[in-house]
């Protein structure tokens, strides 16, 4: 249930700002229209159903814009450095394309998901996949295209821990 | 205000010039994504803002959001443009196109 407010007040607000409209009217049809995709999609938003994957929304929202400059900041840079290179005349001669891997000790579906985002979002490397332990004993692994041997040693390194730090529980 | 704005988006324009730039250079399909898919993701967020400053030249309600809107589309893009690239990525190597090498290993 609580889910479902939250998606419904979200809705809500993305509807008034992207009509810009206040009249009875369109108020009533944003009402109208955000009750009913709650009802249809509720599930989509917050996908985390066991207690133990949750922590408070509020953590969340202050995690990830505590995180958000920071992740600003490393594309910018990332992106100079790339820039460099390209303009740079051996550009072929800087460039060391290769796959490498790595384990990660995030658990949180939202956690990975967002690093994952953030490695394709930061110039220089790609995430391929992310492979999960049929058995379930090794944390998830980490396949990574990389562009350059420095842009592969900065990984996993600190973009994880303030992953962690802003999305993952307390205890884990 | 305008000065901001046209200093954000000539930078946004630099570095679009630069994804085009490695595109062009490049060896092959996986390096050029990384040229392309990159310097999207400041450039295209650079230009938006630009727009969005550009747009609040008289600060009133209405101008407010719609550039708003216009930050919205810079989150969407940050949102869509990674999966993008990881899909494309993911998919070129499942058909099993061949990533360049400096030199083989083997």
């Keep these: 249930m609580k889910t479902r407010i939250a998606t419904f007040f979200i809705m809500l607000t993305f509807w008034v700002v992207m009509s810009g409209m206040f009249d009875g009217f369109h108020l009533s049809l944003g009402v109208l229209c955000c009750l009913l995709v709650t009802h249809f999609s509720h ?14 929304w509020l953590r969340d929202i202050v995690g990830v814009a505590l995180y958000l400059p920071y992740l600003l900041w490393q594309v910018l840079i990332a992106n100079l450095q790339v820039a460099w290179i390209v303009l740079h005349p051996n550009a072929l001669e800087m460039i060391d394309p290769h796959i490498f ?61 303030r992953i962690a730090r802003a999305l993952e529980p307390a205890n884990g | 205000m305008t000065t901001a704005a ?15 730039v490695g595109i062009l250079r490049f060896p092959d399909f996986y390096t050029r994504l990384h ?18 400053l550009y747009n609040l030249q008289e600060i009133n309600l209405g101008n407010i959001l719609v550039s708003i809107k216009i930050i919205l589309i810079a989150v969407f893009i940050y949102v869509a443009s990674p999966t993008a690239t990881h899909a494309l990525t993911k998919g070129a190597l499942v058909v099993g196109v061949e990533p360049w090498e400096k030199e083989k290993k083997k």
């Design chain 1, 43 to 56: 599930d989509l938003l917050f996908p985390e159903t066991t207690a133990q994957q949750q922590q408070h």
């Design chain 1, 101 to 161: 891997r790595f384990y990660t000790k995030l658990t949180r579906p939202m956690s990975k998901a967002t690093f994952a985002q953030s490695i394709t979002l930061t110039p220089g490397t790609i995430t391929i996949n992310i492979y999960r332990d049929p058995a379930g004993e090794k944390p998830d692994q980490f396949a990574v295209y990389a562009l350059t041997k420095e842009a592969a040693e900065a990984l996993p390194g600190e973009m994880e821990e």
């Design chain 2, 6 to 20: 046209i200093i954000f988006i000539l930078a946004g324009l630099f570095f679009f010039f630069v994804g085009v």
């Design chain 2, 35 to 52: 040229a392309a898919g990159k310097s999207d993701s400041l450039a295209a967020v650079l230009v938006i803002i630009g727009v969005a």
